[in-house]
């Protein structure tokens, strides 16, 4: 068991992942000196009750620990932070012994991945790989290249935290301690992801296209209904 300064917040770090936090409440300001000076982590979890900004929030009991990578401190004495997820973590014990939340924590073991079919693995790999090409071409970035896990685990992480998912669903992946039923069940929201984003790109390819047309003088109409 560990202590742990706590940061509720209406999103969901993935280990792994980095989150980018613009920081001006004097709790917050006052935590991040602290893990600074201490060369400590703090925990980022989903808020499950309260408010992200001013009052009391009760977080969910799993999240994950969060290593503070770089600092930026603004002219209105803001901190742009940048963390990155480390390990999950389960809330055993809470209390405001500080300004800001203490947590008793126990830190996670992560799956060996002995679990989940080496076939479901490179399945992801191949469909998060399509899946990325698909919205990095939406973003206007057809040529950016991500570099994709070889690690199942970290592969699964990078997934849940690239999906548009609803909060509650990203909770849950987290808080899966099988990398096989995690893997699983990402595989069926990217399939369905997946073919929401290619039905818009498809969409403004056909409108892109009835543009030029239009553009050259064409009688076609843009908004069609043929």
Not at 69 to 82: P, S, W
Not at 85 to 113: H, K, M, N
């Amino acid at each position: 068991m560990v202590d742990l300064p706590l940061m509720p917040l209406n999103a969901v770090l993935f280990p792994g992942m980095p989150m980018p936090l613009l920081i001006f409440e004097d709790r917050y300001l006052e935590m991040i000196r602290y893990c600074r000076e201490e060369d400590a982590p703090f925990g980022v979890a989903l808020i499950k009750e309260g408010q992200e900004v001013g009052g009391a929030a009760v977080p969910h009991e799993v999240g994950t620990t969060a290593n503070i990578v770089a600092v930026e401190t603004l002219e209105n004495g803001a901190l742009q932070v940048m963390a990155v997820g480390q390990d999950r973590f389960r809330l055993v014990d809470l209390s405001q012994a500080e300004p800001y939340l203490i947590g008793r924590v126990e830190i996670l073991t992560e799956d060996s991945g002995a679990s989940a079919p080496q076939e479901l693995y490179r399945e992801l790999r191949e469909l998060f790989g399509d899946y990325l090409h698909v919205v990095l071409e939406l973003l206007g970035q057809p040529h950016a290249e991500m570099t994709i896990p070889d690690n199942p685990a970290k592969l699964s992480y990078m997934i849940a935290a690239h999906l548009t998912a609803p909060l509650g669903v990203r909770q849950r992946l987290l808080e899966m301690d099988s990398l096989r039923e995690r893997l699983f069940y990402e595989r069926l929201l990217l399939k369905r992801e997946d073919a929401d984003y290619r039905l818009i790109l498809s969409a403004r390819h056909r409108y892109d296209e009835l543009k030029h047309h239009a553009g050259e003088g064409s009688d076609e109409s843009i908004f069609s209904v043929n």
